[in-house]
């Protein structure tokens, strides 16, 4: 069944820190005034305009097949198609910040305030993503309650145009969950608007069907290698002497 959900605004304000990190800049260090004071006004805006959205519904593997599937541009071989056999839920997902702080970057730049946009625009992808990590919680939450998964088990999102899942997914998976309810579009070329949102699968199961070695065709050309900081998260988030991802 699918479910919408209305994140509280506190749930994805991102640190100065994680700003300054997607920035590219040193975030260990205190920044100067100039710099602080763009974090500032960049996090007020956020504060302001942001509208956090999700929606999830669970997905059989035979549906998410033919869903992953879609028009056939998928690479093959790719680490999802391997992954998802072997989980024990799925569910689709999708999570926006809404289009103000999109307008909002988009005004910015036009005004002829690059380094404020600049950094809105990094808060509005920080806070992206962390509307996407609270419908983790909830959704991994519910099924170790619900008996559905253990301490062990673990949580990871995949998104169309990533680790050889076409862009082009997006449209059979727009299909299937209908993101519009959330105020969710896709365009001809596949993207979404607003532009910070995030859709895909969640893939719930022990830490071991996570974890693939990045010699993929398509790896080469990955310029993030976010995948080797996504499995060594899970890895050490396992319980202390656990090898199997069961619990103690």
Request: aromatic share 6%; hydrophobic share 40%; glycine share 8%.
């Amino acid at each position: 069944m699918q479910r919408v959900i209305e994140i509280p605004v506190a749930e994805v304000e991102p640190t100065r820190e994680a700003i300054l990190r997607a920035l590219g800049g040193p975030a260990d260090r205190p920044a100067d005034a100039r710099v602080e004071r763009l974090l500032s006004d960049a996090l007020e805006k956020l504060r302001s305009n942001a509208e956090p959205r999700g929606m999830f519904a669970d997905v059989g593997a035979r549906e998410f097949a033919a869903i992953y599937e879609g028009a056939g541009d998928n690479d093959v071989p790719s680490p999802l198609a391997e992954i998802f056999p072997r989980a024990d839920l799925l569910a689709l997902f999708a999570v926006t910040v809404g289009p103000a702080l999109s307008e909002g970057i988009a005004a910015l730049f036009d005004e002829g305030c690059p380094a404020l946009g600049a950094t809105l625009d990094a808060a509005a992808s920080e806070a992206t993503e962390l509307a996407a990590a609270h419908l983790d919680r909830i959704v991994l939450g519910e099924a170790r309650a619900e008996g559905r998964a253990d301490e062990g088990s673990r949580l990871l999102r995949y998104s169309p145009g990533y680790c050889g899942w076409n862009l082009t997914g997006q449209r059979a998976l727009f299909v299937a969950l209908h993101p519009d309810a959330i105020g969710i579009s896709l365009t001809e070329s596949c993207l979404m608007e607003p532009l910070k949102s995030i859709s895909g699968v969640m893939v719930l199961g022990l830490p071991e069907i996570h974890d693939f070695d990045n010699d993929y065709p398509f790896c080469s050309e990955c310029r993030t290698k976010d995948c080797r900081r996504r499995i060594q998260a899970i890895e050490s988030s396992r319980p202390e002497g656990d090898t199997n991802g069961d619990s103690e």
